[in-house]
Nanobody, 123 residues
Framework: QVQLVESGGGLVQAGGSLRLSCAAS????????MGWFRQAPGKEREFVAA????????YYADSVKGRFTISRDNAKNTVYLQMNSLKPEDTAVYYC????????????????WGQGTQVTVSS
């Protein structure tokens, strides 16, 4: 069982930066692939980024590639999402998720989810 708690969301102007954190409970965090997803009002949940259990492999949605960076610190049971050059279309609730397998871009692969953190980018 893994419990996830996101933090770091907020209101930022376009072009600004935010760093999201996702703290995980449980001793097996380092065995999980982790992902970030987001959901804007009236839209489906979409993949943002994922990272392998070791941190050696990362994956990004085309819409955030070059602007967002996913990383993890297994000693701190935490995964991060550094978001730079934010755009109004990045506005959404951001969720972190844990997958005991290889992770990836499909939300149904992930077994555990956080409650989400709101990111609002003003123009």
């Amino acid at each position: 069982q893994v419990q996830l708690v996101e933090s770091g969301g907020g209101l930022v102007q376009a072009g600004g930066s935010l760093r999201l954190s996702c703290a995980a409970s449980g001793r097996t965090f380092s065995s999980y692939a982790m992902g970030w997803f987001r959901q804007a009002p009236g839209k489906e949940r979409e993949f943002v980024a994922a990272i392998s259990w070791s941190g050696g492999s990362t994956y990004y949605a085309d819409s955030v590639k070059g602007r967002f960076t996913i990383s993890r610190d297994n000693a701190k049971n935490t995964v991060y999402l550094q978001m730079n050059s934010l755009k109004p279309e990045d506005t959404a609730v951001y969720y972190c998720a844990a997958d005991p397998s290889t992770g990836g871009s499909y939300y149904y692969l992930y077994d555990y989810w956080g409650q989400g953190t709101q990111v609002t980018v003003s123009s």
